[in-house]
T-cell receptor, first 112, second 115 residues
Framework: NAGVTQTPKFQVLKTGQSMTLQCAQDMNHEYMSWYRQDPGMGLRLIHYSVGAGITDQGEVPNGYNVSRSTTEDFPLRLLSAAPSQTSVYFCASSKGGGQPQHFGDGTRLSIL | QQQVKQSPQSLIVQKGGISIINCAYE??????FPWYQQFPGKGPALLIA???DVSEKKEGRFTISFNKSAKQFSLHIMDSQPGDSATYFC??????????????WGAGTKLIIKP
């Protein structure tokens, strides 16, 4: 059972480039979320989805887009990368509200 | 009102000792309080969780103590082992049906267990 799979594991971008971080889960979870983790700041929610076709903004959504066309996939798009977006990005899924979240192993992103 | 404040930021404990990490919240509507454990290079993983209808929950060496009136909850790790060295996050949310929910995260505690 793969759980939550994130690709790529590492990425280096130049300022202004765009890219998509992939997230897939095989647990048939309705809820999926994207977080960024920065030193001393814990996990900050970027965007989340409560089901296919439904997305909403979290605490730090600026500069990121998401879509949820299937239950399994929840990609995160960086529109025009900025050095402030250098971070570790985690995708998570859960059955629903107040349920344990299952995390992927993260994508380490550096913006030069 | 949405914050979860976690302390300490870092903690060093001798092997066999008790590790204690504290969290405080403000929103009395929160009804789900999980703790997550994160090892370097990995995503957080659920360690233990509690709902406010109980004051304590124990799973092996890990115990959550919950004080509803003080709006505080803490993680106790008994007989701490070097393998417990990790970053620990507390979190809180409300879990009403058919509604969006968000986990509100503490800033994390880096725990080091010295052999």
């Amino acid at each position: 059972n793969a759980g939550v799979t994130q690709t790529p594991k590492f990425q280096v971008l130049k300022t202004g480039q765009s890219m998509t971080l992939q997230c897939a889960q095989d647990m048939n979870h309705e809820y999926m979320s994207w977080y960024r983790q920065d030193p001393g700041m814990g996990l900050r929610l970027i965007h989340y989805s409560v089901g296919a076709g439904i997305t909403d903004q979290g605490e730090v959504p600026n500069g990121y887009n998401v879509s949820r066309s299937t239950t399994e996939d929840f990609p995160l798009r960086l529109l025009s990368a900025a050095p402030s977006q250098t971070s570790v990005y985690f995708c998570a899924s859960s059955k629903g509200g107040g349920q344990p979240q299952h995390f992927g192993d993260g994508t380490r992103l550096s913006i030069l | 009102q949405q914050q979860v404040k976690q302390s300490p930021q870092s903690l060093i404990v001798q092997k066999g000792g008790i590790s204690i990490i504290n969290c405080a919240y403000e929103n009395t509507a929160f009804d789900y309080f999980p703790w997550y454990q994160q090892f370097p290079g990995k995503g957080p993983a659920l360690l233990i969780a509690i709902r406010p209808d109980v004051s304590e929950k124990k799973e092996g060496r890990f115990t959550i103590s919950f004080n509803k009136s003080a709006k505080q909850f803490s993680l106790h790790i008994m007989d701490s082992q070097p393998g417990d060295s990790a970053t620990y996050f507390c979190a809180a949310s409300y879990s009403y049906m058919d509604s969006n929910y968000q986990l509100i995260w503490g800033a994390g505690t880096k725990l080091i267990i010295k052999p």
